[in-house]
């Protein structure tokens, strides 16, 4: 089966650079080919431009949240079942926040800066492949 060979893609979503950097570098050294996106807007751009295995999505950033698209990505019937792990600085509250609305299911997986490389990884393995 060819897909079974296929590099599982990642989209990383957050303005810090640093971030993204970081995040990407992580994940191309574990197998995983990855593109980035600066907010939102960028994010749901890059999504339907050419569908990622997941979507790494910080909160907080400038033009368009994270919250806004993140509501985009689950609301909309062709990417719903996209799977998106939340990695921001804010605080755990926001977790039980995010998950608590009734429009939106909770995300896949949720993570706060500074980021555990471990548990990033084992998320992504559990939810891309």
Do not use: H
Not at 34 to 41: E, F, I, Q, R, Y
Not at 87 to 116: A, E, N
């Amino acid at each position: 089966m060819a897909d079974a060979n296929r590099k599982r893609r990642v989209l990383v979503v957050d303005d810090e650079p640093d971030v993204r950097t970081f995040l990407t570098t992580l994940l191309q050294d574990n197998g995983y080919e990855t593109s980035v996106a600066g907010n939102g807007a960028e994010a749901l751009q890059a999504i339907r431009a050419g569908r990622p295995d997941l979507v790494t999505l910080d909160i907080t950033m400038p033009e368009q949240s994270g919250v806004r698209a993140y509501r985009e990505i689950k609301t909309d019937p062709s990417l719903k079942g996209l799977p998106v792990v939340i990695v921001t600085g804010v605080s755990d509250d926001f977790k039980t926040f995010i998950s608590t609305r009734s429009q939106v299911p909770p995300p896949d997986g949720f993570l706060t800066k500074p980021i555990d490389k471990t548990a990033l990884l084992e998320l992504v393995r559990k939810l891309a492949g």
